[in-house]
């Protein structure tokens, strides 16, 4: 069973940086849209930035100019690079996929666990 796993979170300052990174955990023949959602306490869950294969990304407003979705195809890998972060970003941040595990196989969407990223004022 192919797992997305985050890495990178933690507690920082507002006004700092982090990098969240995504892998899956073993070789699959694809992936087609990666993306990254975040949960706050009490909150539903939110899109934070998504990336095609193709390289083409889609932002929520409230991190456009602050966070960059980048990801490395050839390591089935995204990337979400965080800046001038804010005491609001605080949520454990998703990794979110389609991956087609074999030529044979569906598209079929996974979840990552989840990494939390706190960011103190």
């Known amino acids: 069973q192919v797992q997305l796993v985050e890495s990178g979170g933690g507690l920082v300052q507002a006004g700092g940086s982090l990098r969240l990174s995504c892998a899956a955990s073993?070789?699959?023949?694809?992936?087609?849209?990666m993306g990254w959602y975040r949960q706050a306490p009490g909150k539903q869950r939110e899109l934070v930035a998504t990336i095609t294969s193709g390289g083409v990304t889609n932002y929520a407003d409230s991190v456009k100019g602050r966070f960059t979705i980048s990801r490395d195809n050839a390591k089935n890998t995204a990337y979400l690079q965080m800046d001038s972060l804010k005491p609001e970003d605080t949520a454990v941040y998703y990794c979110n996929a389609d991956v087609k595990t074999r030529w044979y196989s569906d598209l079929s969407n996974y979840w990552g666990r989840g990494t939390q990223v706190t960011v103190s004022s």
């Open positions: 073993e070789r699959v023949f694809s992936i087609n849209i």
